[in-house]
T-cell receptor, first 113, second 119 residues
């Protein structure tokens, strides 16, 4: 699976949009981009995933560049409860591959009041 | 609906003891995963079950670690002769069976883990 690079930490003001970047320059055509987050003392929580197109759900939006070498997770109106470590992961989609997730150290997003 | 349930939430035991950690996946999820998370690190993969069989156990650190899923639902992670270095949060996740021959279009849903402390 391709490696990802994320900033170790970011701050965001409450009520503003949080834009979390991720570089995955070695991504191949059959790899999905997944985002999870982990709030202190809880298990990782699935947020969103995409392959080529931008995606949006009730939690966030995922913007993937046309060359797929980077992506941005957008939390449109950050709240204090969004303070967490955010993980960007790329995963191969061919049949028979193990479903394992390979986590890096993620980005610690601190939402400030 | 009910999420992934892990018991106990905390376990403290002495070095050399045997421990069992339990995971109840989301109903209907055929895939089950175990991960281990040390302080300040992201989770690390241990083992993956599809149904009753371990499809990938490449992440188990040594033969003191073993996991079973006899009926394709509940799974137990077993650690023999525990060492202080085994102290970590052990996470379990489950997902639906992947479709279209692929592996990665079904997200994994995690429990809150078991915090294991070896004294």
């Amino acid at each position: 699976d391709a490696k990802t690079t994320q900033p170790p930490s970011m701050d965001c003001a409450e009520g503003r949009a949080a834009n979390l970047p991720c570089n995955h320059s070695t991504i191949s055509g059959n790899e999905y981009v997944y985002w999870y987050r982990q709030i202190h003392s809880q298990g990782p929580q699935y947020i969103i995933h995409g392959l080529k197109n931008n995606e949006t759900n009730e939690m966030a939006s995922l913007i993937i560049t046309e060359d797929r070498k980077s992506s941005t997770l957008i939390l449109p109106h950050a709240t204090l409860r969004d303070t967490a470590v955010y993980y960007c992961i790329v995963r191969v989609s061919y049949g028979g591959a193990t479903n394992k997730l390979i986590f890096g150290t993620g980005t610690l997003l601190a939402v400030q009041p | 609906g009910a999420g992934v349930s892990q018991t106990p939430s905390n376990k403290v035991t002495e070095k050399g003891k045997y421990v069992e950690l339990r995971c109840d996946p989301i109903s209907g999820h055929t895939a089950l995963y175990w991960y281990r998370q040390s302080l300040g690190q992201g989770p690390e993969f241990l083992i993956y079950f599809q149904g009753t069989g371990a499809a990938d156990d490449s992440g188990l650190p040594n033969d003191r670690f073993f996991a079973v899923r006899p009926e394709g639902s509940v799974s137990t992670l077993k650690i023999q002769r525990t060492e202080r270095g085994d102290s970590a949060v052990y996470l379990c996740a489950s997902s639906l069976k992947t479709t279209q021959g692929g592996c990665c279009n079904q997200p994994q849903h995690f429990g809150d883990g078991t915090r294991l402390s070896i004294l």
